[in-house]
Structure formats: C-alpha cells, structure tokens
C-alpha cells in the first residue's frame, strides 16, 4: 500500500481469507486492532502471519468456520478516561485494560506530570489535585501516538499550564472541534497541520456542536473541568 491505513489493512486482510491463493499486504497497518482482527480470523481458520508487522501475509482457506473470541479492550476508551481524570485533576483505574497498546498515549501523560502505574489488565492514573503541564504531540500510525487521542490531548493542553503544539498528519481537517471549544473559552490557534494551544486556567460552560462522534465524545470529556459563568 501507498500509505498506511488501518481500514485498508483490515478490508484486505479479511477478503483474502478467502481468496484464491496468496496475499501479501505490504506496508499494511499494525495498530492492534490489526492484530486482534488477525487472531480473530485466525480463530475461524484462517491462515494468517505477520499481522504486528508492515506485511502480511494471508493464504485463502475455501471456508471459515465458527470460533468464540474475546477482543481486546478498546485503547482509545481507556485513554479517553485516563485524559479525562488528568483534565479534572483527579484519578482513575481503568480495570480490564491493555496498558501495552497505550505505551505513547502513558508516555505523554507522564510528561503531563501525571502519576501512572500499570498491572496486566489495569492502569491508574492520579494528578494529586495538580493542573497538567502541556504537551507536544504529533499523531502518526502505531506505534508512535495515535490520531484518535488527538482530540484528547488538544482538550486538555487547553486547560493546561504552559502552550503545546499538536500536529496532526494522519487525517485532513481533524481539528473541526477547535472552534467549537474556543467558544468556551479556549485559546487555540491552527496553522495548517497543528493546533497551538494555549492553557487556560479554566473554560466556561455553554451548548457546542460536534460534527461526527469522536468530536461530541472526546472534547466533552473536558466538560468535567468546566465551570458555569456564575462560577458553580
């Protein structure tokens, strides 16, 4: 593949379990969902090798059987409450998690001087009543930090000490949630790929609009921290 892409990956994967002869995805995606989608197949009796890594390589099977499977925990849930308990200057445990598909998502939150600690299906995270410290961000495919953690972060660097920068390079226009929390109070400017955000001690309430899911879920985990005009 030209680029990498995750839908791709997975679209491609899953058609050639059952195509005739053998596919090989080169520059395929390894996000962990490629993986699990992968194990899943595999599961079915698919015959399926590489998946974690840039190729792939999938031999058609004529069927697929039944399987029972257990997905992994969704990363981008667990991290949107980790994010949401260091904006709220509080904690968390996030139980049933994967603490290893987060490794740059912990990363950053530690440079936000959060506290984190991590067990086999568990993570916590306590800011001890401190306001985060912004970050520098830059999303790219797995396993550097990813795009959907971006509106995230962008969140809490507006309610943080100090200025941070995310650069976003995966997707066109993701930042359509800026405008939106600007209206709250925030102080972010975009400069084609990157938001520069400027902390705040604290944003305002009042009724916004998000134009797909992931802007209505992510930038409102932010609402925690926010205040009423009267100040409640």
């Known amino acids: 593949m030209d680029k990498v892409s995750v839908g791709a990956t997975v679209t491609i994967m899953c058609a050639a379990t059952l195509a005739e002869g053998t596919t090989i995805i080169e520059n395929a995606a390894r996000e962990p969902e490629i993986v699990d989608t992968a194990n899943f ?23 697929l059987g039944g399987g029972v499977y257990r997905v992994l925990p969704d990363r981008i849930e667990t991290g949107t409450f980790l994010v949401a308990a260091a904006i709220s200057r509080g904690k ?19 440079d936000a001087g959060a506290d984190i600690e991590v067990g086999e299906d568990w993570i916590s995270l306590d800011m001890h009543g401190k306001r985060p410290k ?12 990813p795009t959907d953690m971006q509106a995230q972060f962008t969140l809490l660097n507006l309610v943080a ?4 920068f995310i650069t976003e390079t995966v997707f066109e226009n993701r930042f359509m949630h800026v405008p939106e929390l600007s209206r709250m109070g925030a102080h972010a400017e975009i400069e084609s790929n ?4 400027h902390g705040v001690e604290k944003t305002f309430w ?20 926010c205040g ?5």
């Open 41 to 63: 197949l595999i599961t079915l009796g698919a015959k399926i090798s590489g998946q974690g890594t840039d190729r792939i390589v999938i031999e058609g099977v004529e069927r």
């Open 161 to 164: 000490e100090g200025t941070g």
């Open 194 to 197: 990157t938001v520069i955000c």
């Open 92 to 110: 968390i445990i996030c139980r049933n998690a994967q603490p290893d598909t987060l490794d740059a998502v912990l990363a950053k939150l530690r």
């Open 134 to 145: 912004a970050v520098n961000v830059r999303t790219a495919p797995h396993p550097a930090f």
């Open 206 to 225: 009042r009724t916004g609009y998000g134009n797909r899911s992931t802007c209505i879920s992510k930038p409102g985990a932010g609402w925690l921290y």
């Open 228 to 232: 009423r005009d009267d100040g409640s």
